[in-house]
């Protein structure tokens, strides 16, 4: 606890005043957490978690900070936010968790901190794509491997019917392809155009994940 912390506090500082006034919603209804996670003002956010601001509020978008703070590659501030009770798997107005954006822009340390406190791997947005779609559609091999690790399922079908390997294939994420094939990522199964994996590769990357399940 810094001291003008303890300065207010021996003053006789009303907290409670403090928490009315640091949960003031702007014009967006993001709170002075919400714009402290976004800047990556980590002594902002801890000044303000000290005096018991509400930590899962949303935005209108129904963001929330830790939305926020995992999506920029805040590490330390994702930690302070899930000490506080952050909630993993708090959905936004796309559907997405804080994880399927550590997913997506390959922010590692924060998608381990998620999935070591409980985040669910198979959380679905609302196109139905999973933290695993999103990785394997960039090709963050990293995030892969980690997602499968922590039980992520491979076959899972988005709501246009690919899996995370039908979206590795078209976006010729050679390794990303192979690391799922190895995983037990079906390459038959069928997209809603009537597609496998397969047949959305290009070059000889197909002749490689027939070998793989073929041996």
Request: charged letters at 25%.
């Given at each position: 606890?810094?001291?003008?912390?303890?300065?207010?506090?021996?003053?006789?500082?009303?907290?409670?005043?403090?928490?009315?006034?640091?949960?003031?919603?702007?014009?967006?209804?993001?709170?002075?957490?919400?714009?402290?996670?976004?800047?990556?003002?980590?002594?902002?956010?801890?000044?303000?978690?000290?005096?018991?601001?509400?930590?899962?509020?949303?935005?209108?978008?129904?963001?929330?900070?830790?939305?926020?703070?995992?999506?920029?590659?805040?590490?330390?501030?994702?930690?302070?936010?899930?000490?506080?009770?952050?909630?993993?798997?708090?959905?936004?107005?796309?559907g997405c968790t804080?994880?399927?954006?550590?997913?997506?822009?390959?922010?590692?340390?924060?998608?381990?901190?998620?999935?070591?406190?409980?985040?669910?791997?198979?959380?679905?947005?609302?196109?139905?794509?999973?933290?695993?779609?999103?990785?394997?559609?960039?090709?963050?091999?990293?995030?892969?491997?980690?997602?499968?690790?922590?039980?992520?399922?491979?076959?899972?079908?988005?709501?246009?019917?690919?899996?995370?390997?039908?979206?590795?294939?078209?976006?010729?994420?050679?390794?990303?392809?192979?690391?799922?094939?190895?995983?037990?990522?079906?390459?038959?199964?069928?997209?809603?155009?009537?597609?496998?994996?397969?047949?959305?590769?290009?070059?000889?990357?197909?002749?490689?994940?027939?070998?793989?399940?073929e041996g």
């Amino acid at each position: 606890m810094g001291p003008e912390i303890l300065q207010r506090k021996k003053s006789g500082h009303d907290q409670s005043k403090s928490n009315t006034a640091c949960e003031h919603r702007f014009q967006d209804r993001r709170t002075a957490l919400h714009w402290a996670c976004s800047a990556g003002h980590t002594n902002i956010v801890e000044f303000l978690l000290y005096l018991g601001v509400e930590v899962n509020l949303q935005d209108d978008a129904l963001w929330t900070p830790l939305h926020i703070a995992a999506s920029a590659g805040r590490e330390d501030i994702v930690q302070s936010l899930i000490s506080k009770g952050a909630q993993l798997n708090s959905i936004n107005q796309n559907g997405c968790t804080p994880l399927h954006y550590a997913a997506s822009k390959d922010r590692y340390e924060i998608a381990l901190q998620l999935l070591e406190k409980g985040a669910d791997p198979n959380v679905k947005d609302k196109y139905e794509s999973t933290p695993l779609h999103r990785a394997s559609s960039k090709g963050n091999l990293r995030l892969i491997q980690l997602l499968l690790k922590q039980s992520a399922s491979t076959n899972i079908q988005d709501s246009q019917g690919n899996t995370p390997l039908h979206l590795a294939c078209d976006e010729d994420r050679v390794e990303a392809a192979k690391v799922l094939v190895e995983h037990g990522a079906s390459i038959y199964i069928e997209n809603k155009e009537e597609k496998t994996p397969l047949q959305l590769t290009k070059g000889g990357l197909g002749n490689v994940l027939r070998r793989i399940v073929e041996g």
